[in-house]
């Protein structure tokens, strides 16, 4: 089957978006599938389309106009060509504004069968104002089948679509090789200026409001007028979002200090060789899909403190391979986090054996497979 997918983002770019993107095309080319992605950067000039190979996967990679209307006129001349040299059997669009519209528009015009994606923040955006409606809900109703990373955005696209239509559950997995338990490496400690005495209260991924930015800093004070502590972010904090930290550190300079960032990490092996030195990882989302970084996590047999928004829920059961919080009681994360670190020590180590098992049962390279070619065999191929 031949496969023509359609991702806003896709690796090496950072964020869940990418790294499920990147992903799932590396799926489909293992159950045999060729597949080609079109990708949109910022870094060519606006138009120019570059091309290569990664590990059986073509990426062709074009440059974004100054908006959208521009670069999806000009994307469907370049699918076009894609086209007519490979003759595609399949759309696949990868969250559902911009390139799941893109990718049923097309398929329409060429009778194509297509499928979209929905991740999450996708759904929310379009559904309120100024987000548009119209062209979710004709997405959702034109394209040959639709996906979802979580049963619970499955339920908000039946609210918008009707309560029979038809969404398959396709979660994130975890690559339950590079994401494992290991001993952490006390030279890291130091590198990143973490004092000996501190616990180390993690954050893993891109740091922006949607994620909880808001009540960290917050958090972190509270915890501190406890016993020493440091934030680690594992990753970037969004540039427009720094002005909230700015903020708060006019107030509370020393706890300000003690938020660390390593910047965005190439390599998931290094974002998992930091997820070991915490002794508690935190994602206060106020709204999400499935969070990669959870899951990624738990994997590494983390112990997880994480809101209950939008699928975190399908994967943490709370008390038993890790905590949850309301996503309407996050003022109170700090009193969360302390409540976390001094259950008792027996208690704890269950619940991380316990998050690595769901992840490895459910969750897993091989579970995404199966459910890959479940879509697949749904659309006749």
């Not at 003759?87 to 049923?104: E, I, N, R």
């Not at 040959?144 to 609210?159: F, G, M, N």
């Not at 309560?163 to 339950?176: A, C, E, G, R």
């Not at 934030?231 to 300000?256: C, H, K, M, N, Y």
């Amino acid at each position: 089957m031949n496969v023509l997918m359609i991702c806003e983002r896709f690796p090496p770019e950072v964020g869940g978006l990418a790294c499920s993107g990147g992903r799932i095309a590396s799926s489909l080319h293992r159950i045999g599938c060729k597949v080609h992605v079109l990708a949109w950067s910022r870094n060519l000039p606006p138009g120019l389309v570059q091309s290569e190979e990664v590990e059986g996967v073509v990426l062709h990679r074009m440059g974004r106009f100054s908006n959208w209307d521009l670069t999806l006129q000009h994307s469907l001349n370049v699918l076009g060509s894609l086209h007519e040299k490979h003759s595609f059997d399949l759309t696949w669009g990868h969250y559902l504004q911009v390139a799941g519209f893109l990718a049923v528009i097309f398929a329409r015009s060429e009778k194509l069968r297509s499928v979209v994606s929905a991740r999450g923040n996708d759904i929310d955006q379009l559904m309120f104002p100024p987000g548009d409606f119209a062209r979710l809900k004709w997405t959702l109703e034109q394209a040959s089948l639709v996906t979802s990373v979580s049963s619970e955005l499955a339920k908000k696209i039946r609210l918008l679509a009707g309560d029979d239509f038809q969404v398959t559950v396709l979660p994130n997995v975890v690559d339950l090789e590079v994401f494992s338990p290991r001993e952490p490496e006390q030279a890291m400690r130091k590198e990143l200026g973490i004092e000996p005495e501190e616990i180390i209260i993690g954050f893993s991924g891109e740091l922006r409001h949607k994620k909880g930015l808001p009540f960290l800093p917050g958090a972190l004070a509270e915890v501190r007028r406890n016993r020493p502590a440091s934030l680690l972010v594992i990753g970037e904090i969004r540039a427009r979002e720094r002005s909230t930290l700015s903020g708060f550190a006019a107030e509370d300079p020393q706890t300000a200090a003690r938020i660390l960032s390593t910047g965005h990490l190439e390599q998931p092996v290094e974002v998992a060789k930091r997820l070991s030195l915490c002794d508690l990882i935190v994602q206060p989302s106020v709204w999400d899909g499935m969070p990669n970084s959870v899951m990624e996590a738990m994997a590494c047999e983390c112990l997880v403190l994480a809101s209950d928004a939008g699928g975190i829920p399908e994967v943490v059961t709370h008390g038993a391979n890790g905590a949850l919080i309301s996503k309407t009681k996050l003022n109170r994360l700090g009193e969360a986090v302390i409540e976390v670190l001094e259950l008792p020590a027996d208690q704890r180590q269950r619940m991380q054996r316990a998050a690595r098992r769901t992840i490895a049962e459910n969750f897993s390279e091989e579970v995404e497979e199966c459910a890959l070619r479940t879509v697949l065999q749904k659309l006749g191929h």
